[in-house]
């Protein structure tokens, strides 16, 4: 068990990314994610995540950026009550900005609201569908929710989109190996 919660806090660390500061709209992101997939090796797979994450945690609104860096402040202070109001007040501030709805799913899932971090994650994904940060952190929801199947299914969603990516694989061969009783 000790195995699999550290598993799911390294599948933490890709769903609620590293603080940066475009949105996914920008036009640079298309080159970013074919460079992604094709990416050899992780080193150069986590270089290109980390521009995307810049591009995805910034917004044309000054205001919106202040909220940012507050939520993850309070994030990383888990202060997640705090954290949680301070997204809300994001992703009314800016509905269609897809990293406001990601990481007020994070900060459901890191409080244990299962259902209120899917719900966020289909948002991000209608917004944003290679959004490989959600589509691991679904896979997260669903090992909490103890729906193993799911979990498998959207971390290979997850590598689809960037299949150097090492939490949805960890995670997903800890779940194969529980599954078929070995020793994780």
Same mark, same amino acid.
């Given at each position: ?5 550290? =598993? ?20 640079? &992101?298309?080159? &970013?994610?074919?460079? /992604? !997939?094709?990416?050899?090796? #992780? ?6 995540? %980390?521009? =995307?994450? =810049? #591009? ?6 000054? +205001? #919106? ?6 939520? $993850?402040?309070?994030? *990383?202070? %888990?202060?997640?009550?705090?954290? $949680? ?5 994001? @992703?009314? /501030? ?13 900060? !459901?899932?890191?409080?244990? !609201? ?12 209608? &917004? ?6 959600? &589509?691991?952190?679904?896979?997260? @929801?669903?090992?909490? /929710? *103890?729906?193993?199947?799911?979990? $498998? *299914? ?11 990516? #090492?939490?949805? %694989? @960890?995670?997903?061969?800890? =779940?194969?190996?529980?599954? *078929?009783?070995? +020793?994780?």
């Amino acid at each position: 068990m000790r195995f699999l919660i550290a =598993i799911l806090m390294l599948g933490a660390v890709s769903f609620s990314s590293p603080p940066a500061s475009a949105d996914q709209n920008d036009p640079q &992101l298309d080159g &970013l994610f074919q460079r /992604l !997939h094709d990416a050899p090796n #992780v080193a150069d797979a986590r270089r290109i995540e %980390r521009r =995307i994450w =810049i #591009v995805w945690t910034r917004h044309d609104d000054a +205001a #919106v950026n202040g909220l940012m860096r507050t939520g $993850l402040g309070q994030m *990383e202070r %888990r202060d997640y009550g705090a954290a $949680l109001d301070t997204f809300q007040a994001m @992703v009314d /501030l800016a509905p269609e900005f897809a990293e406001a709805w990601n990481k007020r799913a994070t900060v !459901h899932w890191l409080l244990g !609201h299962y259902q209120e971090s899917l719900s966020d994650i289909e948002r991000t994904l209608s &917004l944003e569908p290679r959004h490989f940060g959600a &589509l691991s952190g679904r896979g997260l @929801v669903y090992i909490g /929710l *103890e729906e193993w199947d799911l979990a $498998l *299914e959207a971390f290979q969603n997850a590598l689809e989109v960037y299949p150097q990516m #090492v939490g949805p %694989r @960890v995670n997903s061969e800890a =779940i194969r190996k529980m599954r *078929e009783g070995r +020793a994780i």
